[in-house]
């Protein structure tokens, strides 16, 4: 079984440029996270959907960043425009059910550079 | 709120002696805990979780993890570390605002350095 696989695994952009990040879940998991970890500080978390859906989106940093997860398959979160302090790596997990206490399953991460 | 505290950035251990990376934690209600792994180029791996029940909970590749409610911590012990657990360690705690069990709260990590 595959599991949560996440790209690009490495993106360096300069300020003001656009990036999407995309994850895809493990297969048959409704429940989507991202977290991010900026310049080796904890691993905040950003957003949770559950299918389609918002669930929370409260570590959403600010307006510039969309995340979007159309047809509860697969997810994008773009950062449009990017600034330094966006630098760091965007995690993406999934599980199956978001109201028990299941492990996430995390995938290796996209690294953004901002330059 | 609820927070989550590594006080350790490194652990250096010899190979083959007792492991053990600190966690202390702040919740307002029931504590929800977990122990995750992330070794070099790899995302983060599941390793054990407190929800209730016993205080020793045992997790993957010989680690546990011993809650105490009275000193608030939840420290990761291995009895004998291998080179191979070399890697980031990180504690983390359930978000307690909002029903989701995905949205933790992380530690900072502990790098942990076993050698030979």
């Known amino acids: 079984e595959a599991g949560v696989t996440q790209f690009p695994s490495h993106s360096v952009i300069e300020k003001g440029q656009t990036v999407t990040l995309r994850c895809d879940p493990i297969?048959?998991?409704?429940?989507l996270y991202w977290y991010r970890r900026v310049m080796g500080k904890e691993i905040k978390f950003l957003l949770h959907?559950?299918?389609?859906?918002?669930?929370?989106e409260s570590g959403m940093p600010n307006n510039r960043f969309l995340a979007e997860r159309t047809g509860g398959t697969y997810s994008t979160l773009k950062v449009q425009p990017a600034e330094l302090e966006d630098s760091g790596v965007y995690f993406c997990?999934?599980?199956?059910?978001?109201?028990?206490?299941?492990?996430?399953?995390f995938g290796e991460g996209s690294r953004l550079t901002v330059l | 709120a609820q927070s989550v505290a590594q006080p350790e950035d490194q652990v250096n251990v010899a190979e083959g002696n007792p492991l053990t990376v600190k966690c202390t934690y702040s919740?307002?209600?029931?504590?929800?805990l977990f122990w995750y792994v992330q070794y070099p180029n790899r995302g983060l791996q599941f390793l054990l979780k407190?929800?209730?029940?016993?205080?020793l909970v045992k997790g993957s590749y010989g680690f546990e993890a011993e809650f105490n409610k009275s000193q608030t911590s939840f420290h990761l012990k291995k009895p004998s570390a291998l080179v191979s657990d070399s890697a980031l360690y990180f504690c983390?705690?359930?978000?307690?605002?909002?029903?989701?069990?995905?949205?933790?709260?992380f530690g900072a990590g502990t790098q942990v350095v076993v050698t030979p």
């Open positions: 997990a999934s599980s199956q059910d978001g109201r028990l206490a299941r492990e996430l399953f």
């Open positions: 297969s048959g998991h409704d429940n």
């Open positions: 959907f559950v299918k389609e859906s918002k669930q929370d």
């Open positions: 919740v307002s209600g029931n504590p929800y």
């Open positions: 407190y929800i209730t029940g016993d205080n």
């Open positions: 983390a705690v359930r978000d307690e605002e909002g029903d989701s069990w995905g949205k933790l709260q």
